[in-house]
């Protein structure tokens, strides 16, 4: 998962306001136990602009997980 991280960094950068990229990032932190790490990460998600159907099918995936995390009171 570490090295999924790293990719996902790089696409970040070169994509910064792509929602699935920062989604599978707060994902992969979730599952590495690191799910304070994870919170920020979403939280920028939601706050990209909606730019298709797909990205509001994403957006909905990042508010399903915001409440995950909440839940756990992180």
């Known amino acids: 998962?570490?090295?999924?991280?790293?990719?996902f960094d790089q696409s970040i950068q070169l994509q910064p306001n792509n929602i699935l990229f920062r989604y599978n990032k707060a994902l992969a932190l979730v599952?590495?136990?690191?799910?304070t790490?994870?919170?920020p990460v979403i939280l920028t998600a939601m706050?990209?602009?909606i730019l298709g159907l797909d990205?509001?099918?994403?957006?909905?995936?990042?508010?399903a997980l915001l409440i995950e995390l909440r839940s756990k009171s992180i």
């Open 37 to 39: 790490q994870a919170l």
């Open 47 to 49: 706050e990209l602009p």
């Open 55 to 63: 990205d509001e099918i994403r957006m909905e995936n990042c508010r």
């Open 1 to 7: 998962l570490e090295q999924a991280l790293r990719c």
């Open 31 to 35: 599952e590495m136990g690191r799910a």
